[in-house]
């Protein structure tokens, strides 16, 4: 059983309640969850099943999306309005305000996260050291707010919701008191949830009760094995990638080495879709943002064992990677800024995942395995 379930988790759960009932209903042990979520919060959860525990700390950062409504005139413990209040402000800022606050907010800031949280200071957890009624200094944290912008606002009930697009690490909660403070008031969220994770959105979640009855209902598979098929990004449909293609020989040492190649697929296509009949997305679903290569028979035995690729075998595909433009056959070169963010390759072999694969010095060298019983 190995692959990503899409949970849309429900409020009152932590993270670990979703990863501990799920374990229940998957009658698996080996699950990893992928961005805690608060128990008011609802929302995008990735559970990671099986293999696919291996990759919950090797995703890529993408934004997160969340919308949230937030009360206006009152400031909680907690940030939210689980919690107990601590001071009240008369003054309700009005829409322009909030607005105008918003923006001060986009870009690359400072944020001091709150109490209650996991992050630890001193070896002790925030919300161990909130609950024992004590508050300690915290560090600013830099995060990112890609988009910020009200929804709706409501003067009569003191509040506004608005959608937010933010890198890791951002707390909403903070965010909702912050974007309050600088209209001179208070505010706490009264509500929160995630639209986008990992790549994933609210279309791709499954309920508790859904993924409970696909897993009853024998039309369903709890596997995903048969990951995405790289022939796919070959197509006509995809004209700017290249393809090697060469019969493969086994026989001295020489021949395999020179026959240790790689295609390269071209990584321009929509996210993967899920497998058919399956309740389980692709482990390689959250690794688009990396490049995806597939490689030969020999090729993938030598991934397998661990053995690197240097820079004499890589060199014969350096001309055949990624076009500058489609009227323009200028090529990109193997350590181009195509992999200036990440350095990290996707690895298929025929049509299975095996892993990831990073790049240094020119050496393309095993980063993580997910899967060998396909040779």
């Not at 820079?311 to 181009?336: A, G, Q, T």
Request: glycine share 6%; with cysteine; proline share 4%.
């Amino acid at each position: 059983m190995n692959g990503i379930i899409v949970l849309d988790k429900p409020q009152g759960f932590t993270s670990f309640d979703a990863v501990a009932k799920l374990r229940v209903i998957l009658h698996t042990k080996k699950i990893g969850h992928g961005g805690t979520l608060d128990p008011m919060a609802t929302g995008v959860l990735p559970i990671f099943v099986g293999n696919a525990t291996r990759a919950v700390d090797l995703v890529p950062d993408s934004p997160k999306c969340y919308t949230a409504t937030a009360r206006l005139g009152i400031l909680t413990d907690t940030g939210d309005i689980t919690g107990t209040v601590t001071r009240c402000s008369d003054y309700i800022p009005s829409l322009d305000e909030l607005t105008a606050a918003c923006a001060k907010f986009i870009g690359k800031i400072e944020q001091i996260p709150p109490m209650y949280s996991a992050i630890k200071v001193g070896g002790r957890k925030l919300y161990d050291i909130a609950r024992s009624g004590k508050t300690v200094e915290r560090q600013p944290r830099s995060i990112e707010i890609h988009s910020l912008y009200i929804n709706d606002y409501n003067i009569e009930n003191k509040e506004f919701s608005f959608t937010v697009s933010c890198s890791k690490g951002t707390y909403v909660r903070t965010l909702s008191e912050d974007i309050a403070s600088a209209c001179s008031s208070l505010a706490t969220l009264t509500s929160l949830r995630r639209t986008e994770s990992g790549g994933f959105t609210l279309s791709d979640c499954m309920s508790f009760n859904e993924i409970e009855k696909a897993v009853n209902d024998s039309n369903y598979s709890t596997d995903s094995n048969n990951l995405c098929n790289p022939e796919h990004y070959n197509s006509v449909e995809n004209p700017n990638c290249f393809q090697q293609n060469e019969q493969l020989f086994n026989n001295t040492d020489d021949e395999r080495r020179e026959k240790s190649r790689v295609t390269v697929v071209d990584n321009t296509v929509d996210k993967l879709k899920t497998v058919e009949n399956s309740i389980f997305r692709n482990v390689d679903s959250v690794f688009l943002p990396y490049p995806a290569i597939t490689l030969t028979e020999v090729a993938a035995r030598r991934y397998l064992s661990g053995a690197a690729f240097e820079r004499e075998i890589l060199s014969n595909i350096d001309p055949y990677l990624y076009p500058v433009s489609d009227d323009k056959k200028i090529w990109h070169p193997f350590n181009s800024l195509q992999y200036a963010e990440y350095n990290i390759l996707r690895v298929y072999y025929q049509t299975t995942f095996l892993g990831l694969a990073e790049i240094k010095n020119d050496t393309l060298v095993k980063l993580k395995q997910f899967y060998s019983d396909c040779i």
